[in-house]
């Protein structure tokens, strides 16, 4: 039996116990899935898995705390204070229900384990507020938790320039942050190629959504006008975009042109390879 036939022998868990019009926000990484997580979390109509509960799975009562981020002077002010309740990309806590969270798209999902998951995730509900459950992966599809966890979710896949990601893998030492003499040995020219793989796998593991309603977004779009991007979004999933919203949205200070600043990490050549390394990645995105 191949793998991805093994995915249709999954029991199936009971449609009703499924949460019901979940948002996945989900991308390569450093393609802007936080900024987009961030801002779009802090809509009162959102519940989600917060920081402390990613450090304390078991104790969901801490979701209360999400409460604080209504109240709109204490986000705006205390939004850096690493103490503050603030969405997270949850691996820990995901790992802490799934027994093999991170075995690839092909894994068969224990149904009891799922169920376990949802009731966790109601209970998160009770104790935050909010209708619908909104949640951030990154690289691996997750197609096989996603499916199992959600009725009908709506996958936001948010896409950046190619060559902003490749060079943001190299900035922030992607696979190597515990091995940088393994990284030191390797050229510019082969992490380059390396991360530039990376990235295709990711957009690979990508068809594995289309399953789902999925709905492309760029970041350059979300950086340039904010307010026009959150607003048709809002429109899309049916959310208000009222007064209070639209005055977070127009708070957070959202750096522009950053795609071009690892230009200075790179010698002219570095440069021309990477533009040309970046190219079938770029039309296979829809930049070219």
């Known amino acids: 039996m191949s793998h991805l036939s093994q995915i249709n022998y999954i029991r199936p868990v009971d449609l009703l116990m499924k949460l019901k019009h979940a948002i996945v926000i989900h991308g390569p990484g450093r393609s802007g899935t936080t900024m987009l997580d961030n ?3 802090i809509h009162q109509d959102f519940y989600w898995i917060s920081s402390y509960l990613n450090k304390y799975p078991k104790c969901t009562e801490l979701s209360i705390l999400n ?34 969270f ?7 999902v224990d149904p009891e384990e799922v169920e376990r998951c949802i009731k966790c995730l109601k209970e998160i509900q009770t104790f935050a507020s909010g209708d619908r459950f909104i949640t951030k992966f990154t690289g691996a599809s997750r197609a096989n938790f996603i499916d199992s966890l959600f009725e009908d979710p709506i996958v936001l896949w948010i896409d950046r320039e190619p060559k ?14 515990n091995e940088s003499t393994e990284r030191n040995k390797k050229t510019v020219i082969e992490l380059i190629d390396e991360y530039s793989k990376h990235l295709e796998d990711v957009l690979d593991r990508r068809e594995h959504l289309t399953k789902f309603r999925l709905k492309q ?4 779009d979300m950086v340039s006008n904010p307010d026009v991007f959150f607003k048709d979004l809002c429109l899309e999933l049916n959310l208000s975009f ?7 949205v127009r708070n957070w200070v959202i750096r522009k042109n950053t795609n071009t600043q690892y230009k200075s990490l790179l ?15 770029a039309k296979r995105m829809g930049y070219i």
Do not use: C
Not at 71 to 99: C, H, M, Q, T, V
Not at 242 to 248: A, G, H, S, Y
């Open 39 to 41: 801002i779009l979390s």
């Open 164 to 177: 902003a990601i490749i060079m943001s893998y190299f900035k922030q030492n992607w696979h190597y942050r």
């Open 242 to 248: 009222d007064e209070r919203f639209e005055r977070r």
């Open 102 to 108: 991170n075995a690839g798209e092909q894994v068969l």
């Open 217 to 220: 977004l760029y970041y350059e």
């Open 267 to 281: 010698t002219k050549s570095e440069q021309a390879y990477l533009h040309e390394r970046s190219i079938p990645i």
């Open 67 to 100: 409460r604080l981020t209504r109240i709109g002077f204490l986000e705006r002010n205390l939004r850096k204070n690493r103490y503050f309740p603030k969405p997270n990309e949850a691996y820990d806590f995901w790992r802490s229900k799934f027994s093999n």
